[in-house]
């Protein structure tokens, strides 16, 4: 008896000369490791980073020349590459999604790709990734993040990610790269992808139990009035080959489309608005070619060509340079004050009717990019253009694709010192094959710095698309992944204004 109640006194006296550290709750472990990688702890003490070593909140991890694996305790992975230096700042999780969890993490630098747990994907402000120059939030399961001399590069590998600062937010799809070039820039989207120097971590969850709460060692910033969310199932790049049609073969740059949604703009002011189908190819310094048969072709051969959005399903981009006609008999040339397109392969009919069978057939399409707007003005021969900012419109376009009601609204759309608005509702698209395809009017909207209390257009803003319309637009995909939509009417402050916007959904069908 005198020896238990020793051995009893013994135990809780060593319980109290522990650190409280020692019964922080854990937050994961190290599942994998190469070099000498360390880890400085919450109460500055340093310990190697070995395979099973438990991670607490406070933890700051540095690879060196080595890399790690980590499996936190809501399923999440992350691998570090060299040289990086990764914190968890906190990380709290009671075995499901009811409010308390947190996951808030920071890349001081390097890089490191992740596919995210059970945090965040039911409550996404309960997540943040945070560099110096921008915070990560997910919206999707997978992404890589390279951070080096305060330039930030993050490519979404699955699902939807947010990038965003004091410049705002934007939020990219799988495949799409967001960029950040330093200390006060806004995101910007990238065709530099982030490298992923590591093994891509493992997407199967761990089996894990409810844990107690973490030791809170910082406050998250919360992304705010960011666009809905927007997931996207990859679908490949139309195929390059020697002859025309979509289909695959040992090509020399010359890519195929089965559409090319394109608005141009020549110099005596006139428009020339069309959806052109089939037999649409680009080489690879952006030249478009039409092949409409019977020897007619149509060639915009674009000088300084920017491609304002790219992802596994459309093109944006706009330029100026020469349209070049060619039939039987020979070629004409005109030169383009503005050539705006959007390619990529257009949504069948029946792959749209099945859409509208589905048990939710309604989609909102939210605008992912926008080239800058373009107002003309002037007598022909003699025009003016004006440009504004690219990817500054923002705005929706909801479809029921069983009823084929739709309605849109676009929004800030900035040229010069007037800002306007477009939307419309109660329209229907056509039925059968032309679904796929449409244009409607709509009402402008006109806010002008120069003109106090100015809210509407200004004596009359009129559509100068096809038919007079405001807008025309296409879906792209194979399930309507994507929207395109042009805009252009008249004004009588600044003239013609016209542009083009890329939009996406939530994708239904999976």
Do not use: W
């Not at 139309?238 to 195929?256: L, V």
């Amino acid at each position: 008896m005198f020896i238990l109640k020793t051995l009893k006194i013994s135990l809780v006296a060593a319980c109290m000369l522990v650190s409280p550290l020692t019964f922080a709750q854990s937050v994961g472990t190290v599942t994998f490791k190469t070099g000498n990688p360390t880890i400085t702890h919450a109460d500055k003490t340093t310990s190697a980073a070995e395979k099973n070593t438990v991670l607490n909140a406070g933890d700051t991890i540095e690879t060196g020349d080595g890399r790690l694996q980590l499996s936190l305790i809501d399923g999440g992975k992350v691998s570090l590459q060299p040289n990086t230096v990764y914190r968890i700042n906190k990380y709290e999780f009671s075995g499901k999604e009811d409010g308390s969890e947190y996951a808030f993490t920071e890349l001081v630098k390097g890089g490191l790709r992740t596919v995210s747990g059970l945090i965040g994907h039911k409550n996404r402000d309960r997540y943040q990734l945070k560099t110096a120059v921008a915070t990560i939030g997910i919206r999707g399961t997978e992404f890589t993040v390279n951070f080096f001399n305060n330039q930030l590069l993050m490519t979404t590998n699955h699902g939807s990610v947010d990038v965003c600062n004091q410049g705002g937010c934007l939020n990219a799809l799988s495949g799409i790269t967001i960029g950040v070039a330093g200390i006060g820039a806004a995101p910007k989207f990238s065709k530099t992808a982030a490298v992923a120097a590591v093994t891509a971590p493992s997407t199967t969850k761990l089996a894990f139990a409810a844990n107690d709460t973490v030791t809170d060692t910082g406050t998250p910033l919360i992304i705010a009035n960011s666009p809905q969310a927007v997931t996207a199932n990859p679908n490949p790049n139309p195929g390059t080959g020697t002859g025309t049609g979509t289909g695959t073969g040992t090509g020399t740059g010359t890519t195929y489309f089965s559409t090319l949604f394109v608005a141009t703009s020549n110099v005596t002011g006139l428009h020339n608005n069309a959806l052109l189908v089939d037999n649409v190819t680009t080489d690879g310094v952006g030249n478009v070619t039409v092949n409409q048969g019977a020897g007619l072709t149509t060639t915009y051969a674009l000088d300084t060509p920017t491609n304002e959005y790219e992802d596994s399903y459309v093109r944006l981009g706009r330029s100026k340079g020469t349209k070049i006609v060619t039939n039987l008999i020979g070629s004409t040339s005109e030169s383009l004050a503005d050539f705006q397109g959007i390619f990529g392969t257009l949504t069948t009919a029946t792959s749209l009717s099945n859409l509208g069978s589905l048990a939710n057939p309604v989609a909102t399409y939210n605008v992912l990019a926008s080239t800058a707007p373009i107002s003309i003005t002037g007598s022909p021969g003699a025009i003016t253009t004006t440009l504004g900012t690219a990817n500054q419109v923002t705005g929706n376009l909801t479809v029921n694709f069983s009823t084929l009601a739709y309605g849109y609204s676009l929004n800030n759309i900035a040229v010069g010192n007037n800002t306007f608005s477009v939307n419309a509702s109660g329209l229907s698209l056509a039925t059968g094959s032309n679904r796929n395809n449409f244009s409607a009017g709509g009402t402008v909207t006109e806010t002008s710095d120069l003109i106090s209390g100015l809210t509407t257009c200004l004596l009359s803003c009129t559509g100068e698309l096809s038919g007079g319309s405001v807008v025309q637009g296409a879906f792209f995909g194979a399930n309507a992944e994507r929207a395109g939509l042009q805009y252009g009417f008249t004004t009588n402050t600044v003239g013609d204004v016209m542009g083009s916007v890329v939009l996406g959904t939530q994708p239904v069908v999976q």
